[in-house]
């Protein structure tokens, strides 16, 4: 769990995943994008419902952080949790 200020105002369950390990099946229609600070890492949110699924990362831009709680029969137990340091990110 991240602790950067969009991190915990969502409480989303962020898995690091290589680009070449993820594809985007549907919906890329309904993405928009949300860049901050020095507007590198790529936040997307669904137009329709407001779900933030993924990013691309800043610190690692050939990772994405996928939310597993947007996957449909993911099975969370066991999925290693650890604590990111984000809001000392530079």
Request: hydrophobic letters at 40%; a positive charge; aromatic letters at 8%.
């Amino acid at each position: 769990m991240c602790d950067c200020s969009m991190c915990k105002r969502r409480n989303a369950l962020m898995v690091k995943v290589h680009e070449s390990r993820w594809r985007l099946l549907a919906g890329a229609e309904s993405l928009a994008e949300y860049q901050f600070h020095t507007r590198t890492a790529r936040h997307f949110f669904c137009r329709v419902c407001g779900i933030y699924p993924f990013h691309r990362k800043r610190v690692t831009p050939d990772f994405l952080g996928i939310n597993v709680h947007c996957l449909d029969d993911i099975d969370l137990t066991g999925v290693p949790v650890r604590q990111a340091v984000g809001a000392a990110m530079p």
